[in-house]
């Protein structure tokens, strides 16, 4: 195991055993170098959040986590276990790391229930009437409740990136990812998903959220991460980040996003 | 006219035939040309290979050599079939690279991020085809593959030039008997031949139209 050099979270024991690590983790694009030298340890119950200017590698970063994308160099443990390359383990480790994405990603010819369901029937083996009453329950979780029996098609961005919070959540995941969540969504849904996400962290949820929302940010992350061309520049807590960044490049970053 | 009346009966035996061939062939194609579809698709390079090869080697080779194959060269391997059941392998092979054509254009329409969610929640290869990707794709493919079908139902005929007699085995008789009636045989066999293909392309129509809403 490697050493925590980072600050550990307030309120959570600096020992606690990394239910996330990724260790001197590489990844190129060809020519380009996506991750360099990625060290991060996320520990159970905290809520990371991913910032950086666009292009720096925070979506790699989070695809990485559950090998949508392949590594070069490094590893990736998920509560210890070191991510599989292929085949049932793989599935396995997947199956326990929830991915919300930018674009929703809803199964398009299921219905929200069917959405909610499907993984758990097929992979997990639940039967049909549990997962049904579960995945109702979670519909109800995040406010959808009553759209069970549509299509995705016929639901908001924002209520379907809601069912797609609950897909994912009824696989009952040891850690969530969030790939830019809100940035597809007219800004008058943003809030209905943040407040899903701010109660999922609250329910102690482990949480890597990539989004540029600072507000969610500064209120629930426990720490920040900033990234820029492939590497983490810092790791801080929220008040650090946003009061006084370290690194020259994180304040560019905020200069330029806050100023507008 | 006469004749047709007359042989009625024989060209109901035929009309079967060919719809038997062209149903037989049709659904087999479709099971084996979506698992070459699937096969092509798949992480397994050697299943991608064996898929390929296939696929562009029987779309490339005249149907007439398929039949040749199955009709002549089999039976001195040490297989033999009776001539119609060789007609159902010879269509079946040769459609079925043309279906995983249509099933492959219509995976590769479905967004890429359904793949990845299923992939996400820990589905397996089979499980994100069977479950995600292919129910998506059959919507897109059915256009081209009715073609395929369409296609099929006319190359049924190719079994007449190998002893089943079908429509067009027929079609060549009763010429021949009534050398004086040729138009209206011909059109009367043409006719038996839009019988099945027409309600195909209806049926393509009405299912396209369901996947719209579907989506
Ligand atoms: N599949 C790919 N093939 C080649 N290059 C890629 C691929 N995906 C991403 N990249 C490149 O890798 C770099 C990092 O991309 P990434 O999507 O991780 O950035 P990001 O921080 O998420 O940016 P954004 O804020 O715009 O989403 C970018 O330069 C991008 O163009
Ligand atoms: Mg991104």
Redesign the interface.
Known sequence: MTQITQPAPEGSAATAPALLSLHGVQKHFGDLHVLRDIELEVTAGEVVVVLGPSGSGKSTLCRTI?R?ETIDEGEIRIDGELLPT?G?GL?????????V?Q???????KSVLDNVT??PI???KVPRAQAEREGRELLERVGVADQADK?P?QLSGGQQQRV?IA??LA?KPKVMLFDEPTSALDPEMINEVITVMTDLAKSGMTMVVVTHEMGFARRTADRVVFMDAGRIVEIQPPEQFFTAPRSERAQDFLSKILDH | MDHLFEQRSAIWDAFLTTLSLAGISGLLALVLGTVLAGMRVS?FLPLRIIATGYTEFLRNTPLTIVFFFYVFVTPSMGFSFSYKVAAVIALTCYTAAFVAEAVRSGINSV?P??A?????????FG?NLG??VL??AF?TAIPPLISVFIALVKNTSVAGAFSVLELFALSKRLTNAYSADVITILIGIALCYLVICIPLGRVAAALERKAVF??
Do not use: I, Y
């Open positions: 559950n949508l292929s049932p599935a396995r480790l997947r199956s326990e790391v929830g991915m994405f674009s929703f990603n809803l199964f398009a010819h499907v993984a097929k992979v997990k299509l098609a797609a897909r994912s696989m | 992480p967004a991020g359904q990845e969610a299923a992939r996400s929640l820990g589905m397996s499980q479950l995600v129910p998506q919507r579907g989506r």
